[in-house]
């Protein structure tokens, strides 16, 4: 008794994690599931709920049939007793009626059953062995009245067994095998398929004949390869053979037949949700997502800044390094990197920062993207979308479309913010540093021999007695020397510094461009991929509880 105890425990906790595992998964897909079968799949676990939280092991099998299958008078003939009332004009039931086997109450599960109409079977030496069973008959699933019909579905979502009984007029008919039979391909060990009224057909040969026929349409149905039952309620045939395959198969006996059909159904409804999922879930491409990297990059104008950039270096080189006397010409032209409101805080003449101004605009002053730029993120957004969601169904690639493709003014204003955020200058080197205090000794230097060279034109106008030769370095005096020397060393110095500063220029836009591609792929990551990846993460977790749920 323990073992076993410990068996149906260990049954329950497998149902309902399947139960669980199929709530979660249409809770994580959400609206890219189909709505109707994410319905029927949040019914199902309702139902797994409701039925197993039910105490005792009572099993409930269903006996469903066309209008005129005789499935009234095998009830009857089953239970031992007259019923199930039946109509002598027209053989139909209007509510079901359930008989109970046994002493164990069955009233709160008839009440989860709504069925009223209720009999206590008498135990007798026919009967014997039935105790647990719960054989309801139910409404005509093809009635011509509404609600009999819907009364048969309902119970039909709640037995735990299905005896499906057929007629040899009826036993083909497209409404019990398409809306009923086809849908159950994971509940054959749950199901009996019964010919009744085999004392309308002639002979044996014709019995067995429908029989096979049957058989064979009830296996292309995909239900299951079932022996078929032949019974005749009038005559008694084939009923105790029935009555014994419910005494001692595994329909009452085992009492697991409530855990067969709800795993059926967790199963058969992964399965139909898992239609709307695909079986592999796509990730980003290389290609895909330097194209994005690319759009972004123009879109948020980092050729202008790096531009910019390249002439702020050789700016202040030759502010630094150029020949001491022309240096104010550089101070004349604008700050590449201020007229966009980019690079230091240094406040000007009235006192405002470029970061005041950024804070009160929200924006730099880079140009806004052309149309064509504009044009190119958002077709490198869509190819990121499509890519990404290639080989899903519609409705999550419309989901990933729609997430790679964030509003333009918060795309624009993020790059924006990218671009303002990152650190366009670094500290000067200390060449400058060096070649601008060499600059200084030559025009020193030059200054010098100017002035002593003016010096001695004056004491010369003067006439006053000076021996040039006096202060010459061989032929060469030596104030032209210092001052030609001054000017050549300064020239010298400056076109060096000059190339020099075209190299340093060139190195300072490959630093700033790595930092501006790290800035436009954190904004790629947020804005774009990110939210791709959220649907896709959503869609291989729903596939992957959706897989253990059938499983």
Same mark, same amino acid.
């Given at each position: 008794?323990?073992?076993?105890?410990?068996?149906?425990?260990?049954?329950? !906790?497998?149902?309902?994690?399947?139960?669980?595992?199929?709530?979660?998964?249409?809770?994580?897909?959400?609206?890219? !599931?189909?709505?109707?079968?994410? /319905?029927?799949?949040?019914?199902?676990?309702?139902?797994?709920?409701?039925?197993?939280?039910?105490?005792?092991?009572?099993?409930?099998?269903?006996?469903?049939?066309?209008?005129?299958?005789?499935?009234?008078?095998?009830?009857?003939? !089953?239970?031992? /007793?007259?019923?199930?009332?039946?109509?002598?004009?027209?053989?139909?039931?209007?509510?079901?009626?359930?008989?109970?086997?046994?002493?164990?109450?069955?009233?709160?599960?008839?009440?989860?059953?709504?069925?009223?109409?209720?009999?206590?079977?008498?135990?007798?030496?026919?009967?014997?062995?039935?105790?647990?069973?719960?054989?309801?008959?139910? @409404?005509?699933?093809?009635?011509?009245?509404?609600?009999?019909?819907?009364?048969?579905?309902?119970?039909?979502?709640?037995?735990?067994?299905?005896?499906?009984?057929?007629?040899?007029?009826?036993?083909?008919?497209?409404?019990?095998?398409?809306?009923?039979?086809?849908?159950?391909?994971?509940?054959?060990?749950?199901?009996?398929?019964?010919?009744?009224?085999?004392?309308?057909?002639?002979?044996? /040969?014709?019995?067995?004949?429908?029989?096979?026929?049957?058989?064979?349409?009830?296996?292309?149905?995909?239900?299951?390869?079932?022996?078929?039952?032949?019974?005749?309620?009038?005559?008694?045939?084939?009923?105790? +053979?029935?009555?014994?395959?419910?005494?001692?198969?595994?329909?009452?006996?085992?009492?697991?037949?409530?855990?067969?059909?709800?795993?059926?159904?967790?199963?058969?409804?992964? +399965?139909?949700?898992?239609?709307?999922?695909?079986?592999?879930?796509?990730?980003?491409?290389?290609?895909?997502?330097?194209?994005?990297?690319?759009?972004?990059?123009?879109?948020?104008?980092?050729?202008?800044?790096?531009?910019?950039?390249?002439?702020?270096?050789?700016?202040?080189?030759?502010?630094?390094?150029?020949?001491?006397?022309?240096?104010?010409?550089?101070?004349?032209?604008?700050?590449?990197?201020?007229?966009?409101?980019?690079?230091?805080?240094?406040?000007? @003449?009235?006192?405002?920062?470029?970061?005041?101004?950024?804070?009160?605009?929200?924006?730099?002053?880079?140009?806004?993207?052309?149309?064509?730029?504009?044009?190119?993120?958002?077709?490198?957004?869509?190819?990121?979308?499509?890519?990404?969601?290639?080989?899903?169904?519609?409705?999550?690639?419309?989901?990933?479309?729609?997430?790679?493709?964030?509003?333009?003014?918060?795309?624009?204003?993020?790059?924006?913010?990218?671009?303002?955020?990152?650190?366009?200058?670094?500290?000067?080197?200390?060449?400058?540093?060096?070649?601008?205090?060499?600059?200084?000794?030559?025009?020193?230097?030059?200054?010098?021999?100017?002035?002593?060279?003016?010096?001695?034109?004056?004491?010369?106008?003067?006439?006053?007695?000076?021996?040039?030769?006096?202060?010459?370095?061989?032929?060469?005096?030596?104030?032209?020397?210092?001052?030609?020397?001054?000017?050549?060393?300064?020239?010298?110095?400056?076109?060096?510094?000059?190339?020099?500063?075209?190299?340093?220029?060139?190195?300072?836009?490959?630093?700033? /461009? +790595?930092?501006?591609?790290?800035?436009?792929?954190?904004?790629?990551?947020?804005?774009?991929?990110?939210?791709?990846?959220?649907?896709?993460?959503?869609? +291989?977790?729903?596939?992957?509880?959706?897989?253990?749920?059938?499983?």
């Amino acid at each position: 008794m323990i073992g076993r105890r410990r068996s149906k425990e260990q049954t329950e !906790l497998a149902l309902t994690d399947r139960a669980d595992l199929l709530g979660s998964a249409v809770d994580v897909g959400g609206h890219q !599931l189909d709505p109707t079968a994410s /319905e029927q799949a949040r019914g199902v676990v309702q139902r797994v709920q409701e039925r197993w939280a039910l105490k005792g092991g009572r099993t409930v099998v269903a006996l469903a049939g066309a209008t005129g299958s005789g499935k009234s008078s095998l009830f009857n003939a !089953l239970v031992g /007793e007259d019923v199930s009332v039946i109509s002598p004009r027209r053989p139909t039931t209007a509510e079901a009626g359930a008989a109970v086997w046994g002493d164990e109450p069955a009233g709160e599960l008839l009440d989860w059953l709504g069925i009223h109409n209720r009999h206590q079977v008498t135990t007798t030496a026919d009967n014997v062995g039935l105790d647990g069973l719960v054989l309801v008959d139910l @409404p005509d699933f093809d009635s011509r009245e509404l609600r009999h019909r819907v009364e048969a579905d309902r119970i039909l979502e709640r037995a735990d067994v299905f005896v499906w009984v057929a007629d040899p007029q009826k036993y083909a008919d497209a409404r019990l095998h398409d809306d009923y039979l086809r849908p159950l391909r994971h509940h054959d060990t749950v199901m009996l398929v019964v010919l009744n009224q085999v004392d309308r057909l002639r002979s044996e /040969e014709d019995v067995e004949r429908v029989r096979e026929d049957l058989r064979r349409l009830v296996r292309d149905d995909g239900a299951g390869d079932h022996d078929v039952w032949g019974t005749s309620a009038r005559t008694g045939q084939g009923v105790e +053979e029935l009555r014994a395959r419910l005494r001692l198969g595994e329909v009452v006996a085992a009492r697991n037949a409530a855990e067969a059909r709800l795993v059926a159904d967790v199963r058969t409804s992964a +399965e139909d949700v898992g239609g709307g999922v695909a079986e592999q879930t796509p990730s980003f491409t290389e290609e895909t997502d330097a194209r994005l990297h690319r759009a972004l990059r123009d879109a948020s104008g980092v050729p202008v800044v790096l531009d910019a950039v390249e002439r702020d270096y050789r700016r202040q080189a030759r502010a630094r390094t150029g020949w001491p006397f022309t240096r104010w010409v550089s101070s004349l032209r604008p700050d590449p990197l201020k007229r966009l409101r980019l690079g230091d805080d240094t406040a000007g @003449p009235t006192g405002i920062a470029p970061s005041d101004v950024r804070a009160v605009l929200g924006r730099s002053s880079l140009p806004s993207p052309t149309p064509a730029a504009r044009a190119n993120v958002q077709l490198a957004t869509r190819q990121v979308g499509e890519d990404a969601g290639a080989g899903l169904p519609v409705r999550w690639a419309d989901a990933v479309v729609e997430a790679a493709g964030p509003q333009q003014d918060t795309l624009a204003d993020a790059l924006d913010q990218a671009v303002v955020g990152t650190p366009l200058r670094s500290r000067n080197p200390a060449w400058w540093s060096v070649v601008g205090a060499l600059q200084l000794v030559a025009a020193l230097v030059a200054v010098v021999g100017l002035g002593w060279l003016v010096l001695l034109a004056v004491l010369g106008f003067l006439q006053m007695p000076v021996d040039p030769l006096a202060f010459s370095w061989g032929p060469v005096p030596i104030p032209l020397a210092l001052l030609l020397g001054g000017v050549l060393v300064g020239w010298l110095l400056a076109l060096l510094a000059r190339l020099a500063a075209g190299v340093g220029a060139r190195r300072r836009r490959a630093q700033v /461009e +790595e930092r501006l591609d790290e800035a436009i792929d954190e904004v790629a990551f947020q804005h774009v991929r990110r939210p791709v990846m959220a649907v896709l993460d959503r869609h +291989e977790k729903t596939r992957q509880l959706l897989e253990r749920a059938a499983a």
